[in-house]
């Protein structure tokens, strides 16, 4: 409707035989008249069924094709042999006699149609007009329709007239020109009454189009009738008889209801006409089916398989019609199939009457969602999918209400388990297709059995023949196998009335638990409603004009599409939270559960420790989603660990579905303790998108998901129609939703060809509102500082405090609420009521453009373009799938050459289209291309950095697809997307504009460098669409594929190139032309998964650099092993994955290296000096493994280290930067490495003193509270030693009610010191203030992980930020000799910063100077307090093992016990620890009463036994006795409740009884049976001296028994040093001596115990 104007005459088929006849029709009459011509019909019921049709043959065509005017038409082609022009611009003079020069033509179109219609009917014996008229010569009404309703009309009026009414329809085939002539000519001049049917809606229209040229032509024409118009079957909504029974019955009202609606009910405009009951217009001998079967499993391809052989293989005509859910693979389908002897008018569904013949259901979940037998006829056939085969089984597995509609139907009952026996063939389980249509022919007898397996097999080779010769037998296998498993069931008469049963019940909201979310009104009304699909009938009045609804419904929708689901492996996991990242449907989530909430958890819930200081007191567990799963089994593949295994179904529903409830409803969102920004942070935000339509497997959704974890709370997102619009926007079925503060996606779908304008358009509105905001609060703040308007001074401050922050939205994001708040409660002045109005935009909304690369690269690029070129801060995210996806994989521009797709069945011919290269050329545009699973981190980051850049975006993403026919099915998304990089097939790289002219590469950073040709041959036999071309064509394929490799591989190179610095280029082009490269260079390499290697590596680089060194830096994976003899310096910074293994970016290099290692010589390395940097996690048993291989390794092959390995190590509060710090120095020193430039950098904050009459000053902070902290009170301390012991041992009780804080066994309560007013005074005094001074701190180029205080006092700074009384490390020491101006000083500090200055340098670390006392040593440093913030690290809570049970306590009280550090330096002077001497001398609550302070908790990396039954052997020393009381007391109170517990046996080591702390304590415990074994070793009690490695050896009998035998855990708390490798030798020792076991045995057997977690050492 919408091309009337265009001037295209307008042709309708009605049915397929008629698209086939009037195609021909519209091209003739096209030639002869020079009128272009526009054939169309219906989209669902005409182009997307089956149907009988008799073809034109091409050469009977060929006998009507009018030559001449077919050369005519050829010769007004544009030809320089006879030169016209056309298409030029008219003025006003002569434009309106040139239009009305084409009368003529059109004047003589409809002629032309009818007589090129009469040539046809010549050579088919098919007559057609204009205009049609079908039903009573008399009839006194008459409906005039067009399309594939008019057989309907027809079927219609043969039901009437058989009832006596005289009724006809009059159908329309050319509807432009309109032919008034032909129109009148057709209608019998009796007809008094006309409705018009229009399949269309305009609105605002007086009439509808064909309802206006109605009644235009009688108008004209002089006649006049009744004449009423109408619309009808809008979004393919079914016109059966009964719809156009009550159009007949309206012209026989008095009055007929005019611009009426039918099929609807209209309850708000009441423009519905009543609709009766089912009118039967079947013919007499027709067969038909109805088929419920799943998207993707084949159902429907199967059902057209069978339509096909039926009408082309028997004398029967066939019908199938399919509809759709709107949803992807795996919403449910519906097949109609019809059969008979006669042709089929029937372009309706099967309805009640006369019902259904066979009626097969494909799916289990659908039992209790469809009413299946409502249309199904008595008698019939009825066949369900499943496992089950008895009676018995069925009344527990069948809702009541079908038993019941089984036995009122007397159909006959069918099961057959088809996924069992598509797998038993080799197929995979989903792909019940050849079984259910098996099913059918055996049951339907519409062909002899061996006549439909002959059918049957040739339509599997016609299908699958092009895929694999596997393929093709495991579906011919499956259709043998069919009719061995039938089942026949004979249900019993008491089915009449069936009930439900406990276990039927469930069935019918299986899902359903005591955790589970209610449903809201508008998912109860339309998700249940479509997806039990009887939202056909909804009222009008359900619906909000606009299409507008609320997000958030497929939370309810509960699939249980998938046979098999993941379950997870505690105790194998790592928490790297991977295997969330990938999730296609968000079904598998980490979550993070506090104490109360794991007292609360289901029975058998499982959970582990939470790894991260930012996670103390938590636990972590992975669960999954047993409903909403869809079984891909990409989670599995993506996990690093074995920790996911696939299930049955169904032991996940019944094992885990409680707990993944619990979990989705009960535990609250922990979404600020990690940054958003890094993999495993954003897997801890709520992601706004699950659950989606999206097929299994694919590779779009886990991209947007990533998305709203990240930006989620302000996206704006502008979709492009296709895949991502079809799982993403179904109406109903909203796979986005809020998060708990209300705040989600706003999402909105356009046209496919303008979906970047539109984007841009929200944009700049966007711009527009918040721009207009900020000039409200600025006129509202000028007001209230004039006087002229008062609000209250919080709101005031808020308000500057959010322009001085606009730009960032994350912090705007932490204003929006209190700012509201106060809004709320200020009166409504027009200034208020200004910014009210613009509240919503207080955070400014994240822009993205999401679609796909149909959009991208084809139809939508232009407005693409347009969208980078304008400037605008707008994100575009492509989603490449390589084709058109959503519409069955037709070619694109992005499809690479030589893959097979539709429209290219011979290979693409072309080259892919290099979008990334061409959006690079704006030079204005973040440009990225990343592949999720090849690299999390790179892809994380390319999101962070396009939507903080200021300016357009554009992130194409590697979007795996189901189309591609990737030979491991579903869960290929893993191994496609990293084959795809490592090939050289995909790139990954980043454009950063804001980089631009300031890196060496401009600004551009390959990712990935190193290509592997033999992974892109496995790459491409490991997809179809690849193959299917080899096998069909193997030289045409061998020459397309070959020229697409040679592409990549060129593309490859000249990013390579642009992604170096002058001079990598200068030294590789010499490589190339076989130049030598002289010159010492330092060569970076990295191993990471998370990327703080990568960050680390390019710190040395950089550093390097900074002093004037050559230096490069890769990643492992990006070397060649034998381009290592070339490098005379390397520097490897790993770490280390999992329990030991390689990160991502070295697995290639290490299994290269493996090789390698076999054969190559001894001394390959012989030039090159090496060292590595390890970064790894204590807790973990093969701690910095990674490294320690890959520095064993170099030495192997006879490099030379110049560094013993360095060990970061997560467990420390600063993290691997503890070591690196110390590491660094010497590794420079090591390598001879020059000075760095002599001058100081920057700081990264301004710093400014404020007078106090300044407005900031009023905004000074009174008190601090450190990031991560919770305010607790301590409430007791008190000595464990006698008063006047040479060492001070206190105990501390704290009182965390309120803080939220929660502790398990082995945790530390981490707590904030102060600094000493010592330390702080002299830092003042060297600084020239006296701390009164209120500072001004605003950050310039700042790293820091969380922000300093803006306005804060100086003594406050110095005292409770930032770390003045730590050890500082040798940069300190450097910053002080720029900052010097003394020329002693200088040089003094000059010498302890070299190489020979190192003695000196760890006399004065020997000597604990702090950073404050630096400052006093070395006067004439005059360093800013902005240099200060650079050198002086944040003060990090100290951390002491918790000395309670929480179980036995209570979750608000926690103890402590602390041993005072002190200690004598090398020059005399007493000195004590920050943490202790604040511990011991500043706080004294039995004074002062409970004291508040700063604290956390810090999980442990200890892991306790799932159960109390479990022995435990404690080793601890000195204050290490703390966790074992917290131990012990966890299993009195265990013991207290009735558990039955495992032995206990506790060894203590000390100087003397005076420090064994609890004694009295642990005493008792042993009376009482809970503590069975106390063993003391106090070292200076008797002459020798006793330590606990010896009492371990004396007592070797009782360790054996406890550990090896009984399998007990072993946990040892005390010093570092010798001690942890005594003891794990003495329980080694145990084993083998004991046991009777080879040395061998008992350290594997010891080595097994770490790695479950049955050994754990905790020491410092």
Known sequence: MAVRSTGCALLNAHNPQEVMDLGLVAHLASLRSSVPFVHFFDGTRTSGVIECVKPIPYTTMKSIVPWEELDAFRQRGLNPQHPIMRGMGQDPQIYYQSAVSANKYYDAVPAIVQDVMDQVAVITGRQYKLFEYYGAPDADRAVVIMGSAAKTAEETVDYLRAKGEKVGVLKVRLFRPFSTE?????????????????????????????????????????????????????????????????????????????????????????????????????????????????????????????????????????????????????????????????????????????????????????????DMLSKAREGGVFVVNCPWNTVETLENEFPAKLRRAIAEKKVDLYTIDAHAVATSVGLPAKRINQVMQATFFNLSNILPPEDAKAQLEAAIDRMYGKKSPDIVRSNKAALAAAAENLNKIDYPASWLTAEDNENSAKVANPSATKYSAPLDEFSST?????????????????????????????????????????????????????????????????????????????????????????LGGLNYTIQLAPFDCTGCAVCVEMCPDDALVMEPQKYSQDTFNEHWEFSLNHVSIKDNLMDKNTVKGSQFQDPLMEFSGACSGCGETPYVKLLTQMFGDRMVIANSSGCSSVWGGSYGLSPFKKNRHGQGPAWARSLFEDTAEYGLGMALGSQQRRERLIE???????????????????????????????????????????????????????????????????????????????????????????????????????????????????????????????????????????????AMMHENAYVASVSLAADVNQTVRAFKEAEAWNGPSIIIAYATCVDWGHRHGDKAMVLQQVQAVESGYWPLYRYNPADAGKTESNGFELDHKRVDEKTMESFVQNENRFTSLQRSSPEHAKMLQDGMKQTFNARHEQRKRRAMGDEDLLEYLKKQMGEQVTGERVTVLYGTDTGNAEMVAKNFQFEMKRRGMKAKCLSLNDVSIGDLAEESKILAIVATAGQGEMPKSAVKFWQDMETFLETAPADFLKDTKFAVFGMGDSSYVFFNEAARKIDEAFEKLGGERVMQMGMGDDQHPARFDTELEEWSPDYYDNIEAPEPPQELSPPSHLVEILSPEDAKASKVITSYEPAGSKAVKMSVKRSTVPEGYERAIDHFEFDLTGSGLSYDQGDSLGLWPSNSKEQVDICLKALGLNGDEVLNIQPIDSNRSVPLPEVIPARMLFTEVLDIAGWPKRRYYEMLKLSATDPKEKEELQHLCTKEGKADYQAYTAESYTYAELLQKFPSAKVSIGNLLDYVPDIKPRLYSIASSSRMRGNDECHLCIIKNEWTATSGRELVGLSTRWLSDDLHPAKEGPISLRACVHPSAVTMPETHKTPIVMVALGTGIAPMRAFIEERAAAKKDGEECGDMALFFGARNRQEYSYEAEFDQYKKDGVLQNIVLALSREQKEKIYVTHRLKQEKQLIFDLIHEKEGNLYLCGPGGNVPPQVRQAVVDAIKDCGGHSAEYAEKYVQEMQINGRYNVEAW
């Open 776 to 918: 409200d609060v600025k006129e509202l703040i000028e007001e209230v500082d004039s006087g002229s308007l008062v609000v209250s001074g919080e709101l005031q401050v808020l308000l500057q405090r959010w322009l001085d922050v606009v730009d960032d939205a994350d912090k705007c994001s932490v204003l929006q609420p209190e700012i509201k708040r106060l809004l709320a409660a200020e009166s409504d002045g027009p200034e208020v009521q200004a910014v009210k109005r613009g509240s919503d935009m207080f955070v400014a909304p994240s822009h993205w453009i999401i679609g796909g690369d149909g959009w991208a690269y084809d139809i939508g690029f232009g407005g693409l373009d347009h969208v980078l070129a304008t400037g605008q801060n707008i994100n575009i995210l492509v989603l490449d799938t390589e084709g058109y996806s959503n519409t069955g994989a037709q070619v694109s521009k992005a499809t690479p050459q030589g893959a097979t797709m539709k429209m290219a069945a011979g290979g693409q011919k072309s080259k892919k289209k290099d979008l990334g290269a061409i």
């Open 182 to 370: 032909h129109f009148l000519a057709e209608l019998p001049e009796s007809v008094k009454a006309i409705a018009v049917l229009d399949r269309t809606k305009e609105d605002l229209a007086p009439s509808l189009p064909m309802h206006a040229d109605v009644l235009t032509a009688l108008s004209e024409a002089g006649v006049y009738k009744t004449v009423v118009g109408g619309n009808y079957g809008l979004g393919s909504k079914e016109f059966a008889p009964k719809h156009c029974k009550a159009v007949f019955d309206n012209l026989l009202e008095k009055v007929p209801r005019n611009r009426y609606t039918v099929g609807i009910n209209d309850d708000v405009t009441h423009t519905s006409l009543p609709v009766g009951p089912t009118i039967n217009c079947i013919d007499e001998g027709m067969t038909q089916a109805i088929f419920f079967g799943l998207g993707s499993d084949g159902t429907v391809g199967a059902n057209k398989a069978a339509a096909a052989i039926i009408g082309e293989r028997t004398e029967f005509y066939s019908q199938g019609h399919f509809n759709y859910s709107s949803q992807k693979a795996g919403a449910s389908t519906v097949s109609h199939l019809r059969f008979g002897p006669k042709p089929i008018r029937s372009e309706y569904e099967i309805e009640d009457s006369p019902g259904a013949d066979y009626v097969a259901c494909h799916h289990t979940s659908f039992l209790p969602k469809f």
């Open 526 to 614: 339309f998700l249940k409603g479509i997806d039990s699909r009887t939202a056909d009938a909804l009222p009008v009045s359900a619906f909000k004009p606009g299409g507008e609804t609320p997000i958030g419904q497929s939370a309810f929708q509960k699939r249980a599409l998938a046979e098999e689901v993941p379950v997870w492996i505690p105790d194998k996991c790592t928490q790297c939270n991977l295997c969330s990242v990938v999730c296609p449907h968000a079904v598998v989530r980490p979550f993070l559960l506090d104490k109360k909430e794991m007292e609360t958890a289901p029975a058998g819930y499982n959970a582990r420790k939470a790894k991260g200081g930012e």
